[in-house]
């Protein structure tokens, strides 16, 4: 598509209406899209963005509303007949299928077929073309269940390019990417752009949006907001307009005296990715640890919570030696670990939000014959969700039916409730929208000030140095260096982040 047709109005929905139970998802929303022009959809969790473009793909039915694609008016689209016409989807979260190879699972649903014969080379074939063109260094035959969560959202992009889809919904595509995927990322969206391709984009990364975006379209509470071109609109103006209010403080911070060690790391080494690991954390005090995805910090984190086997090192906390051997002696001495991928390892989506948040504390709210206390559960579970603001229409609500960002509040609330010593964020505010972030800085420092150890893993250097009051740096596998709040730039940071050891 070029000339005349590129800034047509090819998708438009109007006055569309969802709901689920107990939850009014989507009330009057009006949505629509131009050929060759990125959309931004913005707003807070459980806003109604995934939910509007599920509607979109096909993959939920609007209970009132109209919608409108490419000239036709759709009131029974299924994802088949979306893709068919030209709609393609790149979910929230990652839907593949892990025992399959990449291949397998890009061409899944539509398997290419050689006289009836699977044909596993052709497939092969294409995916390797598709991957390299994202110029990602992933084997078409790799099991995608191995894969790192960086690699399988470039398998999902892949997946939907291989579609030659006319409209690309993009549901926070760079949420764990590195910052080389995002620019790949950015320079496919551009052609496929030229190419007169229409792309909703999701993102609660606002600062990437300044290199893609043409308009922005924001929702607050399931409702339509405004629709605007991206540069007629501040920052602020777009962030007040998700969130209904201004906010003020982006990374609050308070001020608390350094306190005595509480956890020493020792000579630690697991595996390939965690070498010679040394560093201390102290009371009142909150640690950030930087360096590029895959510099060994998620490693790290494992290894002390005893998820991964450690080949040697030492713990010692307050003072005296601790033997972690498995995650059940780290959480018994008060070391909890919030994980970075929440479907794998954070998260049982069948379950609800209670036992959700329940279960890693049976210890705490279960009396002495082993009998769940249900007002003491429930007294933990609703303190969790009023602090961290989880929306939600319930306890018993299932996990997986929350939005990303309000599941991704739940595992960091589990380990709020109990009393803990050090407590490990690994990208806390992955998926987060801005408000709610800054109710997690602030559930960090509440931390610091009683004491308990904090540290934490981000890929954001805005946060880490808004966050932190200390920074290490890792580069693979190693600690490459340490900095202060105060001394701590970008340009230190990256520099400690590359600092490869060519010897290794
Ligand atoms: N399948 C479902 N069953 C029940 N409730 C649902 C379902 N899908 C979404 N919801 C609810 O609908 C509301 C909107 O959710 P949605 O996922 O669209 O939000 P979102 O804007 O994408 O948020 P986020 O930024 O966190 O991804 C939320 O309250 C959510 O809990
Ligand atoms: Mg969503």
Not at 469 to 487: A, F, H, N, P, Y
Not at 489 to 498: G, H, P, R, V
């Amino acid at each position: 598509m070029v000339g005349d047709d590129v800034d047509k109005i090819i998708v438009r929905m109007e006055h569309i209406e969802k709901s689920f139970p107990g939850v009014k998802a989507l009330s009057d929303v009006n949505f629509e899209l131009k050929s060759g022009e990125v959309m931004a959809l913005l707003g807070e969790n459980g806003a109604g963005k995934s939910t509007l473009m599920k509607i979109l793909s096909g993959v939920y039915t609007a209970d009132s509303g109209k919608m409108n694609i490419f000239g036709k008016e759709y009131s029974n689209l299924n994802p088949k007949l979306a893709q068919e016409i030209g709609v393609a989807i790149i979910h929230q979260e990652l839907n593949m299928c892990r025992h399959l190879s990449v291949a397998e699972n890009i061409f899944l649903g539509r398997e290419k077929t050689n006289m009836s014969i699977l044909s596993n080379h052709e497939m092969e074939k294409v995916a390797k073309a598709i991957l390299d063109d994202l110029q990602i260094d992933i084997k078409p035959r790799e099991i995608v269940g191995n894969l790192p969560v960086s690699k399988q959202q470039m398998v999902e992009i892949a997946k939907a390019l291989s579609t030659n889809a006319k409209v690309l919904i993009m549901d926070e595509p760079t949420s764990s990417l590195t910052s080389k995927e995002i620019n790949d990322l950015f320079r496919i969206i551009h052609s496929l752009k030229d190419k007169g391709c229409g792309i909703v984009y999701i993102s609660h990364r606002l600062e990437e949006l300044k290199e893609i975006v043409d308009r922005v379209t924001i929702m607050r509470d399931g409702k339509f907001v405004c629709m605007n071109d991206f540069n007629s609109m501040t920052m602020d103006e777009i962030i007040a307009n998700m969130v209904g209010r201004e906010i003020t403080e982006k990374f609050p911070t308070v001020k608390t005296e350094k306190g005595k060690c509480v956890l020493e790391v020792k000579n630690l080494n697991a595996g390939k990715m965690v070498r010679e690991i040394n560093f201390k954390l102290y009371e009142g005090e909150i640690v950030g640890f930087a360096g590029l995805m895959g510099a060994g910090r998620t490693e790290t984190t494992r290894a002390i919570f005893g998820v991964d086997k450690k080949d040697s090192g030492e713990f010692i906390l307050d003072g005296q030696p601790l033997k972690i051997n498995s995650v059940k002696d780290a959480i018994k001495s008060g070391i909890v670990l919030a994980p970075e991928d929440r479907k794998k390892d954070g998260l049982c989506t069948k379950l609800s939000i209670r036992d959700n948040i329940a279960l890693p504390n049976l210890d705490i709210i279960c009396d002495k014959a082993g009998i769940v206390n249900r007002k003491k559960e429930t007294e933990m579970c609703n303190k969790a969700v009023n602090k961290l603001l989880i929306k939600t229409a319930g306890l018993e609500v299932d996990a997986g039916t929350l939005s990303g960002g309000n599941q991704q509040k739940v595992v960091v609330g589990k380990w709020l409730a109990r009393d803990s010593r050090v407590v490990m964020f690994d990208e806390p505010t992955r998926g987060i929208d801005v408000a709610a972030k800054v109710e997690i800085y602030h559930l960090m420092n509440k931390l610091k000030q009683d004491g308990i150890a904090v540290m934490f893993v981000s890929s954001e250097m805005p946060e880490v140095m808004g966050i932190a009051d200390r920074i290490i740096v890792m580069c693979d596998g190693k600690i490459t260096g340490e900095l202060s709040k105060e001394e701590a730039t970008q340009e230190k940071i990256l520099s400690l982040a590359t600092r490869f050891d060519k010897k290794l």
